[in-house]
C-alpha cells in the first residue's frame, strides 16, 4: 500500500497550489479520501473528506470555498485545489483513506504560504 503525495511548495497570500495523491497496493474506489494538515505545534487537523465515487465532499470551515477536492478513480488519484491560500494554511499536507477497519497515510507534502 502506498499514498505519495506532491505539489506543496511555497506560495505567497492569495495563490494556489494544487496537490496530488497518487495511490496504488489497494482498492482505491472502494475508500473515502482525506485530507489532513498539520502546523508546528498543533494537532492534526481534517481538512477535506470525498466519498469513494465522488459524489459526497465535505470540508473543514476554515477552508470552504477556497479549497476544493477531487477523484479520478481510473488514475488512483485524489486531488486537493488550494486558492486564495493564507500564511494560516501553512502545514504539512497528508492523505488518509479510510474504509471501516483500514487507514492508509501518505508521507504528507510541505505548504509554506509566505511573502
Known amino acids: 500500500v502506498q499514498l505519495v503525495e506532491s505539489g506543496g511548495g511555497l506560495v505567497q497570500p492569495g495563490g494556489s497550489l494544487r496537490l496530488s495523491c497518487a495511490a496504488s497496493g489497494f482498492t482505491f474506489r472502494n475508500y473515502f479520501m482525506r485530507w489532513y494538515r498539520q502546523a508546528p505545534g498543533k494537532e492534526r487537523e481534517l481538512v477535506a473528506v470525498i466519498s469513494s465515487a465522488g459524489g459526497s465532499t465535505n470540508y473543514a470551515n476554515s477552508v470552504k470555498g477556497r479549497f476544493t477536492i477531487s477523484r479520478d478513480n481510473a488514475k488512483k488519484t485524489v486531488y486537493l485545489q488550494m486558492n486564495s491560500l493564507k500564511p494560516e494554511d501553512t502545514a504539512v499536507y497528508y492523505c488518509?483513506?479510510?474504509?471501516?477497519?483500514?487507514?492508509?497515510w501518505g508521507q504528507g507534502t510541505q505548504v509554506t504560504v509566505s511573502s
Open positions: 488518509n483513506a479510510w474504509s471501516v477497519g483500514l487507514d492508509y
